[in-house]
């Protein structure tokens, strides 16, 4: 899966959810995610919190497979700036 795949599976969970703050997915040489509020784009951006894993670990996260707190304890996901924000976001995905 492309992270333009990504963006496309969770653009209408992006655009429902009411979610006020910006945080950017950084998978690095696989490209970002910023969702920024209700919108949502692969364009890199500043953000008030960024996650840095893996494109396949972002990939089963959102498919239920991976437990966010599992892959921030395992060291897979690293958070920089604001956690709660991270973890707000997990309610909107």
């Known amino acids: 899966m492309s992270i333009q795949d990504i963006v496309e599976k969770i653009r209408g969970r992006v655009e429902s959810s009411g979610f006020d703050r910006s945080v950017k997915f950084d998978t690095g040489a696989d490209g970002v995610i910023v969702i920024d509020g209700t919108t949502i784009s692969t364009t890199d951006a500043p953000a008030d919190c960024t996650i840095t894993l893996s494109l396949d670990d972002l990939e089963s996260m ?19 700036g604001d956690m709660s924000i991270a973890m707000a976001l997990s309610q909107v995905i």
Request: hydrophobic share 45%; no cysteine; charged share 20%.
């Open 62 to 80: 959102l498919a239920g497979e991976l437990s966010p707190t599992a892959a921030f304890m395992q060291g897979k996901l690293k958070v920089e």
